[in-house]
């Protein structure tokens, strides 16, 4: 049971560009959302996260939104670099942030930002 | 501040054998989670402890187990191994009551031939 999903297992957009990397999930527990990147022999870098009080974050080139009706977020990154080109994880989880650890990841978009 | 470190980065094992994973979380944070990537499932939640109790456990068989120590430094094990497991652990640490951000290490590559 995939709670967590990112339909989309690549991505190529240009240099200069917006990236957006999609991501949906299906348990109305979550409340707290998180987006990863991660390189090749690496362990993932945690980029932004997003609390589910809240419908947008920003930081930086990086903005995530929530559509809590939807079940839906987005990752935003403007402008695209080629140093961007990676994989990247959409994860979820909920409860008390003193107790709670488990992250549910979905299964990765590789971005491919291109000259 | 010293990022999260896993020894040893790549091991190969047989069959049957048992493999023993260490991890070192950055200095003061006191939880520390285990998850497992593989090419077909993704990344995986093994494990979390925090004091040295297992507070959290993914769905995996008895054969992965962990422990954490008093300095909050965490081991995980997996015995009788098969070629299934081979796959990159990584382990993440988070402070305790910072929101959901964890912190992960740059795992350990385990090959079971």
């Known amino acids: 049971d995939q709670q967590v999903k990112q339909n989309s297992p690549s991505l190529s957009v240009q240099e200069g560009r917006i990236s957006i990397l999609n991501c949906d999930y299906t348990?109305?527990?979550?409340?707290?959302f998180l987006w990863y990147k991660k390189y090749p022999a690496e362990g993932p870098t945690f980029l932004i996260s997003?609390?589910?009080?809240?419908d947008k974050n920003e930081d930086g080139r990086f903005t995530v939104f929530l559509n809590k009706s939807a079940k839906h977020l987005s990752l935003h990154i403007v402008p695209s670099q080629p140093g961007d080109s990676a994989v990247y994880f959409c994860?979820?989880?909920?409860?008390?942030?003193?107790?709670?650890?488990?992250?549910?990841f979905g299964t990765g978009t590789r971005l491919q930002v291109t000259l | 501040k010293a990022g999260v470190t896993q020894t040893p980065r790549y091991l190969i094992k047989t069959r049957g054998q048992q493999v023993t994973l260490s991890c070192s979380p950055i200095s003061g944070h006191r939880s520390v989670s285990w998850y497992q990537q593989t090419p077909g499932q993704g990344l995986q939640f093994l494990f979390e402890y925090f004091s040295e109790t297992q507070r959290n456990k993914g769905n995996f068989p008895g054969r992965f187990s962990g422990r954490q120590f008093s300095n909050s430094r965490s081991e995980m094990n997996v015995s009788t191994l098969e070629l299934g497991d081979s796959a990159l652990y990584l382990c993440a640490s988070k402070r305790t009551g910072d929101n959901y951000e964890q912190y992960f290490g740059p795992g350990t590559r385990l090959t079971v031939t």
């Open positions: 997003i609390s589910s009080i809240k």
């Open positions: 348990n109305s527990m979550f409340d707290y």
């Open positions: 994860a979820a989880s909920w409860g008390d942030t003193g107790t709670a650890s488990k992250l549910t």
